[in-house]
């Protein structure tokens, strides 16, 4: 089947836009994730939802990063007044179920805020 | 702090050799681990994952190794192919911890010819 889709694949913005980051999870899939990763490191964790709950949401840096899953399908990253050291590549992943199970990620956003 | 580390950077192996990538971890709350491999403008692919009661899993050409009382794991490749020349990530995370994955910063594999 699919997997995990992401878009766009890239993007480049001015500092101070707003950017929206959409993912299409694996179907079926109860928990979704967003990781950011920047060059040279692994993922790094952003938030975390299961279903349409947003359960986790401690590793955003700002208030200016938001994340939603009105439907409990597809999630949508948002960041308002981008600032240079938002960029990096952005990664969603999903899992079947909520714990001890393999994520499957996207092939990630990268995002270039100039 | 970095709670999931693979202290080696990078690693050259033969093809048909094995390659052995290392991982040590410090929360002792970890009960899942994985690894993932990741080429250039791609997501990590996931490939093996064991749980704390284990010691061992197997899968295919890929075994993890997990050794708690050192929280060392390590991924055996055996035999190594070209293809494998990517770069590994090790994952950890612990039930209640929402199932949010803390990772290493990687380690570069070449597999040569």
């Known amino acids: 089947g699919a997997g995990v889709s992401q878009s766009p694949r890239y993007k480049v913005a001015k500092r101070g836009q707003d950017v929206a980051l959409r993912c299409d999870p694996i179907s079926g899939h109860v928990s979704l994730f967003w990781y950011q990763q920047a060059l040279g490191q692994g993922p790094e964790f952003l938030t975390y939802?299961?279903?349409?709950?947003?359960?986790?949401k401690s590793g955003l840096p700002s208030d200016r990063f938001f994340a939603e899953r009105p439907e409990g399908s597809v999630s949508t990253l948002k960041i308002q007044r981008t600032q240079q050291e938002d960029s990096a590549v952005y990664l969603c992943?999903?899992?079947?179920?909520?714990?001890?199970?393999?994520?499957?990620f996207g092939p990630g956003t990268r995002l270039l805020v100039l | 702090d970095q709670q999931v580390k693979q202290n080696s950077p990078s690693l050259s192996v033969q093809e048909g050799r094995i390659s052995i990538l290392n991982c040590d971890y410090t929360?002792?709350?970890?009960?899942?681990f994985l690894w993932y491999k990741k080429y250039p403008a791609e997501g990590p692919t996931f490939l093996i994952s064991i749980s704390s009661i284990k010691d061992k899993n197997e899968d295919g050409r890929f075994t993890v190794f997990l050794n708690k009382s050192a929280k060392h794991l390590s991924l055996h490749i055996v035999p190594s192919q070209p293809g494998d020349s990517a770069v590994y990530f090790c994952?950890?995370?612990?039930?209640?911890?929402?199932?949010?994955?803390?990772f290493g910063t990687g380690t570069q594999l070449k597999v040569e010819l």
């Open positions: 992943a999903s899992s079947l179920v909520s714990g001890g199970s393999a994520q499957y």
């Open positions: 939802f299961q279903n349409e709950a947003q359960l986790d």
């Open positions: 994952a950890a995370s612990f039930t209640g911890g929402g199932n949010k994955l803390t």
């Open positions: 929360n002792s709350m970890f009960d899942y």
